[in-house]
């Protein structure tokens, strides 16, 4: 950091310094919307659904997460049929992407009010909602470190 004060000369490389540690520390707003990992129907790639949850079909997105260079974890996806439940997951975040206090978020389940918990062992549940169908978009959240 360079504090100006009355007669103070800067030099041309301090300033690109600065701009060169700026640009890497903002970097992360210009990296590409990809790298998801997408949940699937049959365990491969891993993580799988589980308790019969599924994506809702081809229309819309489907279930994936990605971690940005921030450590945010990002959640998208349309799912529907399974267990709402406390106790059953849609499915399991690994290791890395977990959180590291459970996390309630609400979303919108069948035109009404629903929830989503991430719990720290990664299962992601529904403990509130309608299985007809529910969004998984807007999710994010901080990483375990």
Avoid: C
């Amino acid at each position: 950091m360079i504090i100006f004060t009355p007669n103070t000369v800067i030099k041309s490389a301090d300033i690109n310094l600065n701009f060169t540690e700026l640009k890497t520390k903002t970097d992360y707003l210009t990296t590409p919307d990809t790298n998801w990992v997408t949940v699937a129907a049959n365990g491969n790639p891993q993580p799988s659904f589980m308790n019969g949850w599924v994506n809702y079909d081809t229309s819309y997105t489907e279930a994936a997460f990605r971690k940005d260079a921030l450590g945010y974890v990002h959640i998208k996806g349309m799912i529907k049929n399974g267990a709402v439940s406390f106790d059953n997951a849609i499915f399991q975040l690994p290791v890395g992407y977990r959180p590291t206090r459970r996390y309630l978020f609400s979303t919108i389940s069948n035109s009404a009010i629903g929830r989503i918990d991430i719990r720290t062992d990664g299962y992601v549940t529904v403990p509130t909602g309608n299985n007809a169908w529910i969004t998984l978009d807007g999710i994010h959240f901080k990483a375990e470190q």
